[in-house]
């Protein structure tokens, strides 16, 4: 089957997934509504989680947050294993609470970045190409200004 | 200092009470997270202006989901519009990053603050007119497909938009602005679609929450990757602003117009005498 023939129909009688029938019959924008709420909702148990642990892992005294003598150059920042996905992961199973919170907000960092990625789904499935060009244009500039900046 | 008399619960709290105020403000008005937080933790607690805008990055991520989630299916926000001129922010963004080594920071500061004084007084001004949103609107705007409408408490009130190059410049400027500064992209995307393209009001804030969202999720990932971003800070933060947005966003549906843009105009001003203050002491 084509996957491009909305009215072709498959022999079990459902459309293809491209077609716009398939997702009227499942309203898109439910869905988008749906899964940025479960994005949401999942970034805050996890923030709010890893949060109470931290603060029973803590002696209750507050991190040194405040600037150093010595301007612009004496930023310490945050310990480096909580800077990056692949050293917070293995630190979560160990119920460690800075790690968790971490986690969660990589997690409400992603949900804008899936609600666009789903935006250019909608557009394709509504044949909207001016659209799906322009999400697109978007997403490779702020994936290049994300890249270089690294450097 | 602030810092040395709370201990981590009550500092927790204080943020996250904080956090809330942060959220709901920002589903009303459609700015970012900078205004409440960074002076909170700068001014009030002493913190180190990269964990302060860290922590605002945070914010401006979690009020844009946050009012976005309170509605599973919300129509007030135009993606079209939002994408289009998300072209324009970005570009401008990363032109800005770009010169901002050459330029003198706290000068801009200066001058961008007296640009938005003065262009939220305007935005004030007219809440006494009344603008026929429905009449006719740039064709470009018909060509990109910008023109729509939205549920109000009188029925479905349909909107074209005017000026489209002309928001399109300002954007950029936003954007060059905000990648200068750091801060302040919300008010100023909120102004464009208001004063140029005379677009509603909610659908500008609602709008400018959505780019919001999008452009400072690319920053936030760098800032996390430098350090910039506590987990201690976090943590309050996240869930006050989701929380705030999330009934912020409710309100926003029910509330008076005319209302919205007098809190606009207050929240934008404090935003100015903020950033004349960093300026003027030199700290951006």
């Not at chain 1, 990056?84 to 960092?109: C, E, K, M, N, Y």
């Not at chain 2, 064709?139 to 990109?144: A, C, I, W």
């Not at chain 2, 679609?193 to 804030?205: E, G, Y």
Request: glycine letters at 10%; aromatic letters at 10%; charged letters at 10%.
């Amino acid at each position: 089957m084509k996957s491009d023939n909305k009215q072709q129909l498959s022999a079990s009688g459902s459309h293809s997934i491209f077609s716009k029938e398939y997702w009227s019959q499942r309203d898109m924008e439910m869905y988008v509504g749906k899964l940025l709420r479960y994005g949401v909702m999942t970034a805050c148990a996890i923030t709010l989680l890893g949060g109470i642990i931290y603060i029973f892992q803590g002696n209750g005294t507050i991190p040194n947050y405040k600037p150093m003598p010595g301007g612009h150059n004496a930023f310490v920042g945050v310990q480096h294993y909580l800077r990056d996905i692949s050293t917070i992961i293995p630190r979560i199973l160990h119920f460690d609470g800075a790690a968790i919170i971490q986690f969660g907000v990589i997690v409400l960092i992603a949900t804008p970045i899936l609600r666009v990625a789903f935006s250019v789904f909608a557009f394709l499935v509504e044949k909207d190409y001016l659209y799906v060009g322009i999400t697109l244009l978007v997403l490779l500039i702020i994936f290049a200004n994300m890249f270089f900046g690294l450097h | 200092m602030g810092l040395d008399i709370v201990n981590v619960e009550l500092f927790s709290l204080i943020l996250f009470l904080g956090a809330i105020f942060a959220g709901m403000l920002g589903a009303l008005t459609g700015l970012g997270g900078g205004v409440v937080v960074i002076p909170l933790l700068t001014l009030g607690f002493g913190v180190d202006m990269r964990y302060a805008i860290g922590a605002a990055l945070v914010t401006s991520i979690a009020t844009s989901s946050g009012a976005a989630a309170a509605y599973i299916k919300e129509r007030i926000t135009n993606v079209r519009i939002g994408m289009f001129l998300e072209v324009a922010t970005t570009t401008g963004a990363v032109a800005g990053a770009l010169v901002a080594i050459y330029l003198p920071t706290n000068i801009i500061a200066i001058l961008f603050s007296c640009v938005l004084i003065f262009s939220a007084a305007m935005s004030l001004r007219k809440k006494n007119q009344v603008i026929d949103y429905a009449a006719k609107g740039d064709p470009m705007g018909v060509r990109l497909k910008l023109n729509s409408s939205y549920p109000t408490k009188q029925g479905e009130v349909s909107y074209n938009v005017r000026r489209v190059w002309g928001g399109y410049l300002l954007m950029s400027l936003a954007g060059i602005i905000s990648g200068i500064l750091g801060i302040g992209s919300g008010a100023l995307k909120v102004l464009a679609m208001d004063t140029m393209m005379k677009i509603p009001f909610k659908v500008s804030t609602t709008t400018s929450n959505f780019m919001v969202g999008v452009t400072t999720a690319a920053s936030a990932v760098l800032y996390l990757q430098r350090g910039y971003i506590d987990p201690g800070l976090a943590f309050p933060i996240v869930v006050g602003v989701l929380i705030g947005a999330f009934f912020g966003s409710k309100i926003l549906m029910k509330a008076n117009v005319h209302t919205l843009r007098l809190i606009f105009f207050v929240v934008v001003s404090f935003l100015a005498v903020q950033m004349m203050y960093n300026g003027i002491t030199g700290k951006l």
